[in-house]
């Protein structure tokens, strides 16, 4: 009789034979993916999906498990790759492969592009050897064509494009948050315009000056951008370069179209011309053209010739006396003409000695000038006389107490005769050549009686009566260089 332990394996062993009967022999393959009731626990299949390829499943419980499967991989060391692909083949049949190349990862996109990412260095290849390279350079990301060792780079501050040499082209930020650009040639000759708060400038650099095309360059109005001034270089000779050089002072550009206005020329662009402290100063100027020229001064107008030449022409035919233009011109004038109303008060008196001339109140007869360019003078009186058979003698004196200027001067042959009483408007004159031009200078008049009689010079009022003689006229006339004489 068998024992219960006997009955236990025999159980067990009926067991394992039926889950034995049921186990899978092989691995199937098929399409699409295996029921929920298909298959037992532990059974494997293979089964390729639509749009998705080939599938390893295997069933735990009463669930399906799957992962995709790939062709072989041609790397001996298959956990140095990995082949990627797309979920969906309708979005795209690219394949994309990562995988260890030295110090390196690369990225294979396709046949003709790859990616390959180093320590600090990024490299993006074409199948033709074309392609850039990124590199972190101490927080500087360095971009370069493969094609050449040129390098642009990309920092926080600036932007700096093919370095060669010393010379760059960047665009940043500088010192004193400046923005600026510097623009070479691919020497070391290079442009630097630099923008801030206040101005665009151009600072130093290795080559010529900044060069602006004038249809590219317009100031504008800081309150209204629509009002601009534009700069036209067409009018300059080829080849040529024309220099505008503004002077240190405040003023308002001209036009050659002003005319009468308040405008301020730079008179000292001129070669020969020179303005300061309210002195224009041309130093090769000779002569003015102009259809109609008129100085109009708000104070006084000087006519100042260092060699003492003035000339008046008409239509350059001079018909002044010879650099003489200013003869005739009155240097001095006295006018002596008594107020008083005494008995004699209007009258001067003479005796048989010449002495200066003096009316009653004290005044002498005489005028002051300065001499003119010529330095001859004509020295004229005018007077009232009255004579009773007299014949009255004058002279002139350069001092206040009678001084004979020159016998030639002093008429004691008689000025003014009278064979009975007789009243004349008496007009004398003297010549004095060899003054001094710009010499000041007092001349006298002396008069004295030769004959007995009774003469006296009569000027102003006559007493109470309110009637009048004519006043005593002295004049200083300016001569020209020239004077013709004879005998």
């Keep these: 009789m068998k024992s219960r332990n006997d009955k236990g394996r025999l159980k067990a062993k009926k067991d394992l034979n039926a889950v034995q009967s049921r186990k899978q022999k092989v691995v199937t393959i098929g399409q699409g993916f295996p029921g929920k009731m298909e298959g037992h626990e532990g059974d494997i299949v293979i089964r390729r999906i639509p749009q998705k390829g080939l599938h390893l499943f295997a069933k735990y419980g009463q669930r399906w498990y799957s992962i995709p499967l790939e062709t072989a991989s041609e790397s001996k060391t298959d956990r140095d790759r990995i082949i990627i692909k797309p979920k969906n083949p309708k979005e795209s049949n690219l394949a994309y492969e990562l995988h260890k190349v030295g110090e390196a990862v690369k990225l294979t996109l396709d046949a003709t592009s790859n990616h390959l990412f180093g320590k600090g260095l990024t490299k993006i290849i074409s199948s033709d050897g074309t392609g850039v390279q990124l590199k972190n350079d101490s927080g500087v990301l360095k971009v370069r064509n493969l094609a050449d060792d040129a390098d642009a780079e990309l920092k926080a501050s600036k932007l700096t494009v093919s370095a060669v040499a010393a010379a760059v082209n960047e665009i940043g930020k500088g010192a004193s948050d400046n923005k600026y650009l510097t623009v070479h040639d691919g020497s070391a000759t290079y442009h630097t315009v630099m923008v801030n708060d206040s101005a665009v400038v151009q600072t130093s650099g290795g080559g010529t000056a900044l060069k602006i095309a004038d249809n590219n ?14 700069f036209q ?8 370069t024309r220099t505008l050089t503004i002077p240190n002072a405040n003023g308002t550009i001209a036009l050659t179209s002003d005319s009468g206005g308040a405008v301020s020329l730079g008179l000292n662009d001129l070669s020969d011309v020179s303005y300061s402290s309210g002195d224009l100063t041309i130093s090769s100027l000779d002569k003015i053209i102009a259809d109609d020229f008129v100085v109009d001064s708000g104070a006084s107008v000087e006519l100042d010739s260092h060699n003492g030449n003035f000339v008046a022409k008409k239509a350059g035919t001079e018909f002044s006396a010879a650099n003489s233009s200013y003869a005739g011109m009155i240097l001095g004038y006295t006018r002596i003409q008594n107020d008083g109303t005494g008995t004699g008060d209007a009258l001067i008196t003479m005796d048989a000695t010449l002495s200066v001339l003096q009316t009653v109140a004290g005044t002498d007869l005489s005028v002051t000038f300065k001499a003119p360019p010529s330095g001859n003078v004509e020295i004229q009186m005018i007077a009232s006389l009255y004579a009773s058979s007299k014949t009255v003698e004058l002279a002139l004196s350069d001092n206040a107490t009678f001084n004979e200027v020159n016998e030639i001067h002093t008429y004691d042959a008689g000025a003014q005769s009278s064979d009975e009483t007789d009243v004349n408007m008496t007009t004398v004159s003297f010549v004095v050549t060899g003054l001094t ?12 009686e030769t004959s007995s009689g009774t003469s006296y010079f009569r000027h102003g009022r006559f007493r109470t009566t309110g009637t009048h003689y004519p006043p005593i006229i002295i004049k200083a006339i300016a001569l020209p260089a020239t004077i013709t004489t004879g005998q």
């Design 437 to 448: 031009a710009g010499s000041s200078y007092t001349y006298y008049i002396g008069g004295a």
């Design 233 to 240: 270089v067409s009018g300059v000779d080829a080849g040529t």
């Design 217 to 230: 360059l317009y100031i504008v109005d800081n309150s209204d951008n629509t009002k601009l001034v534009d």
